[in-house]
Structure formats: C-alpha cells, structure tokens
DNA sequence: CTGAAAGCGCTTACAG
DNA sequence: CTGAAAGCGCTTACAG
C-alpha cells in the first residue's frame, strides 16, 4: 500500500504542496478549478495527511487530550463517549488516554503537552487534589467533568458537574422517607473537598439532621467497582445483619451489594434497599433495577465540548457550570413503614 | 508552564542535541558521566520530547494502533484494558481509536495508517468481510482479536481467537442435555463465514442433529447490547411463549433478556433458561448469575499483543492462534427434566 | 564517545 | 490566486 505525501499529490495534480495543503485546510484563497482538480487528486489516491508533520508546524495544534480515569468504570465509559461523540463536530482531533485509577492523571495531562502540541483537556473521572500543582503555569484550556473545579487553583479551567452534596441531602431525605434509620454507606469521599466527599458530606448532615446516628463503623470504604461493592456488602452485613438500606455512592457498588446481600440469604428490597448512584444503562435492566441518582450524562459531556470549544476558539473566561441530577425510583428501595 | 524543546535539553547540558536524543533513546554510545549529566538536565526540566517529531523521523516508528468497534461493548471494553495492559511492556507508544459499530474498522485503519506511521495494528470487535479490501497491498503487521482471520487474505494478519462453533455445539449440547427443545436464538451472524456465524452455526447444526428442528422464526437479529437484548426477548416472547430457552449471543443481550423476562412476568430460570456469552464481569453480579462461555480475555490480550511483538520485532510470520474457552455454570440455566 | 547537517511531511509568512 | 522557502523538533547517517 503506496503511502502519498502531500509532496506527491502536489505533482499528480500540478500544482505546488503550498496549493494541496490550502485545499487539505479549506482555505478560500484557491481558484475554483485548481481546488477541484486537487480535490479528485486527494480522492484518487486516498490521500491522508501525515498529523506528525501536521502537529509539528508552528502555531496553533488543533488536537484535544481527552484523559479518563478509572478503566472499567461503566459510567465515565459512558460519559467518555458522550464527549467523544459530541467532540466529533469540533475541527480538533482528540487523542484519548485511558488510565487507571491508580494513575495520576495530571501527571498524564502533562506528558501530554509536551508529547504532542495539545490545544485543550477533558478530565473524565479526575479527582482534584494537590496533584493538580504539576498543571500551574499551564496555559491550555481544559475542562473538568463530575467534578467542582472552582478551587482548583487553575486559571484555564472550566467545570461540569451536579450538585454532589444537595444530592447526597436528597438521597438521604429519601431514605429517611422511607423509614430507613439504619443505612450503610459504601463508597469512597472522606479524604478531600471534593464532589465525592461532598456527595457522603450531604448524607451524612442529613442522617445528623433527623438525629440518625451514623458512626464510622456505617462507613465502608469501596472502589467504585462491583467486586468491591460485594465484598464491602458482604463483610458489612456479617458485622451489621440488622441494616435495613445502604447507600452505594455508584451503581456499580449497588449492583454488588445486591448480589452479596442476595448470597447472605437476604433480598432487595424486601429484606435491605439499596440506593445507587450515577445512572448507568444497566441498572435498568438488573434485578431489582436500580433505585438511583442519574447524572445528565448527555448534557455534562455537551456543556463541556462547549465549553472548551469557546475557551479554546474565543478565549472566553472559565466556568463552572452546575447541572441538575435526577432521583430515578425504580425497584431496589422499598419504604419499610 | 515552559515547553522545552530538546535543542534546550542540549543547552542546559552544555551537549549537542545529537547527544540528548541518544540518551533519550537509551542508546549505548554515551560516555557515562555525559549520560548522567543529559539525565539529571531531562529530570530537573521534566523533559518530554515532542511525539510528532518524533514520528516524523525516517525509518521505524514506534507506534500501535488499537481499533476498538463497539464503543459502549463491556465485553470488547475489558478484552482492550487487558490489550493496553499488557502492551505497556513495548516500547511503542499505543493510539486507541474507539469506533462505533456502524463504522468501518478498515477504513479507520488505513487512515491511521497514513496520519501516523503506524508499526502495528491490533483489531477488537472487527468482522471480517469484503471490506477488508483497502488494506491489501499493506504491510503493516496487524493482529486480529476473537475472530479467526485465516480466510482475511491479509498476509501480514494474525489473529487469536476461540472455536465458536465448536463452543456453539457445547451450548446446544448443554441446553439440549437440560431438556430444552424449544430455543431461542438472539443475536446476529446470519450472513458472513467469520466467528459469529460459526458461533450460530454450531448451535444450529447442533440442533439439527438432535432432530430439533429450529426454523427461523426462532432466531432475533439483536445488536450486542442490553437494549436491543431487551426488545428482541420481549417480542419474540410475546409471539413465543411456550420458548423454555435462550441463547443469546452476548452476555448483554442475555442480561437485557432476563429483564424483559421478568416483565412478562417469567422468571429465569425457573420458567425460562438464558445462555450467555463472552463471561464479561458483571454475569457474575447479576440475579440470576450467568451461565455463559468465558472466553479468555487475559489470553486473548497476552497472545495478540505476543504475536505483534513478533512479527515487529522478528519479522515472525503471521500465526492464528486458537484459545479454549469454557462455559460457566451460573443459576440462569436449569434443567427441566 | 561526540557533533554538524540533512531531512521527515507538513504549514505559514512572504513575494509576486 | 499561486509558489519558493523557512522552519516545526526530532533522528540518523556521516565524519571525526
């Protein structure tokens, strides 16, 4: 398979490589019949610009650095490809780094500036801590998704993200709503101020408001995954059989916890109501399906194309935009009064 | 935030640049004091040498293509951590490019071909057909995963992947062996002679051979996803009732199944049995567990990555290898005998 | 063991 | 509307 430069169609055509790169860019400045005999070129031979070359010229790189934390995590999965989709009307490329969520993902986001030119960066799954130092007297433009980056530190970033703690209050209110007095809380969030924190901060001043007692023996401390989720379920209900709700700060960790609870001889939610978190597809399906907070995936990843596209094209100032979540009722929270 | 180039590496060293890009490369002919002191440089300034430069050298570049077709696929999602995972041996550098299943692999792969100078290509989700056309004359060594690319006429292309017919006839000799006569099929693989075809035709031909005879009408074209599992077990059980079982082609349309199931008011698998396949994480959560076949996707991963290196490294001749799957028995399959 | 120079394939002032 | 030339930041023969 012959690969063409831009060399080579300049002289299939019979023009210059300037002419061939102004058509390869859409610029105006070419006479109609040259634009269109380039063109048929271009299609003939299948041409495809090299983007190292591409990426190495002077000003301004239109690639964007899409950084997702946490692999296997089918709620940034699907947050990922909300922005990605949305992405595809934006003239930049995006470049994708999945990492783990025992990576550091500023660490990523630097090694990206300097790999490549990069004009902008999503977070997806970031968690703002003092890490974020290695990013100071950066100047690109970048976006945070789920979580607050209002105190950040940075002056070139923008956020997306729900009200972590009135959710966790509203989650909890619900709870309580259905007689619940004795609920888990299996998750992650006492360490920083961060959404996650904030998210258990709202439970947790909720429960001390209706004078519900929760210590730290409640807490268990779970990756948001599913495994997780049932092993923390699991150990916690040896420990505490008499627990009537738990609070899984993701769905994931709910969808464990049932299946846990279910190998203790307990069902949901007859005997235990579990409350998930984030609204992923398959909570639809499961059984129970999930009760749960759905996060406005849609319109997280379309605020925050937006957003960087207007940083990034107008140099418009940050903003940290707040979206409305959703309590969905489905099957796995029962009231027990 | 300074970008440093390499020419200011060689500076700050008080070396020319030739020396820094040998220390960056790890080349052996640098005097050990010179090495040291371009190391402690590269480290003080957090140096990262541009990569579109460095793609844009002469001869081989250090670059991987993943191509993932099936965004939102939790079986296709867990076989690339596992590709990626075990690629952060090589030197390469990986570039994923995550595809809708709508769009064309091979179309993707021959302009990643062209944008990058690609030195390997690795395929998830890929389905071999016609298409495969525009990367003949490539010599760019690729491997296919789970689908066995013998018949691809790609001379430079491997391929790992499991029997699916023979895992098809297990299936059916184990749903047949439970009593089942009455089967539902749910998935896709009517047309083409690649995996999920063969998958479908060990069933089928399985079948015919116990005198059960299975007409059309008891297969469901399904796209591999919960949703479309949903819809198609929905109506086909409204057209269908008297079905004791399921095959379903993927664990998703499996899991989407149980649920229209259970809003038909059926229960799985007292009324119904439901057979999976891929043994993706979340079979193991669900209620009921899955019965499904557990392809090895550590295996997979390990193998094609292995097969790359060597065809990269060594020049080795393309290899299709086949890997043992096993079937899991879950709760969503029983007897009726 | 080290460096000067050419060149990878583009884009972008600059000149016409 | 078009083209010749410089240069992006690297790597790689080549020379010493």
Known sequence: MEVYTIRDIARLAGVSVTTVSRVLNHRPDVKKETRARVEATIAKYNFVGNENARGLKQTDNEVIGLIIRGRSNPFLNALSEAILSRAETLPANIVTEYIDEKDDEFKTAFRLMQQRRICGLIFVGSRIDERVGIL??????????????KNAGLPNASSVSIDDYALGCRVAEDLIACGHTRIALLGTGRLSGDSLSN????????????????????????????????????????????????????????????????????????????????????????LPALTTVEQPVEEIAGTSVDLLKDMIENGAAPRHVRVNAEIIHRESVRSIL
Chains 1, 2 share one sequence.
């Open 136 to 149: 100071h007297g950066s100047d690109v433009p970048m976006v945070f998704t789920t979580v607050d980056g």
């Open 199 to 286: 998210r258990l901060d709202g439970v947790l001043e909720t429960l001390k408001k209706h004078s519900i007692v929760t210590d730290d023996s409640m807490f268990r401390e779970s990756r948001f995954s599913m495994k997780d989720g049932y092993d923390c379920a699991y150990s916690f209900f040896l420990e505490h059989p008499d627990t009537t709700a738990v609070f899984a700060m993701s769905d994931t960790i709910a969808i464990g916890a049932i299946r846990a609870l279910r190998d203790l001889g307990k069902s949901v939610p007859d005997d235990v109501s579990v409350f998930g978190f984030d609204g992923i597809e398959i909570g639809r399906y499961t």
